[in-house]
């Protein structure tokens, strides 16, 4: 299941599942470093489950300024054809984007742009003094 992720974003492969009837081999080939057998499942595992945070495009490529090409290969090692799922989760992270902390927000009666804390609620107009409320919809800001 090859994959490509995207310039301006780090890729790290946090987790993967599987669950097989015999055994596999699970393969991920990365841009151009050698394939890395991550899973070779010698004693016929039927199922596991690992959280991981080793691979991770931060390590060669810290500014996300190339995509990455992700090929993440199953190989059936077993004598006999096997049947199964395998789940990963490639996390996508932006980098280099701004935290937003303030808003724009226009008076409705004189229509006079403001600029405001994000999580403000309680507007008053600094040009005609009419007060409204905006709603913020958002969480806790980091
Ligand atoms: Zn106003």
């Not at 495009?57 to 799922?85: L, Q, R, V």
Request: aromatic share 10%; proline share 5%; hydrophobic share 40%.
């Amino acid at each position: 299941m090859p994959y490509t992720s995207p310039i301006g974003f780090l890729a790290s492969q946090k987790e993967r599942f599987f669950s097989f009837n015999g055994a596999i081999r699970f393969t991920l080939a990365l841009d151009t470093l050698d394939p890395i057998v991550l899973f070779p499942s010698a004693d016929n595992l039927m199922g596991s489950y690992e959280s991981i945070a080793a691979i991770d495009t931060k390590y060669w490529d810290a500014s996300a300024e190339e995509e990455h090409h992700w090929d993440m290969t199953i190989t059936n090692m077993d004598t006999i054809p096997i049947s199964g799922t395998a789940q990963v989760a490639l996390i996508l992270t932006e980098i280099s984007s701004a935290i937003m902390t303030e808003k724009r927000v226009r008076c409705r009666k004189c229509g006079n742009v403001m600029t405001v804390p994000l999580t403000q609620t309680k507007i008053k107009c600094t040009n005609c003094g009419n007060e409204f409320i905006v709603p913020f919809f958002g969480g806790n800001i980091v």
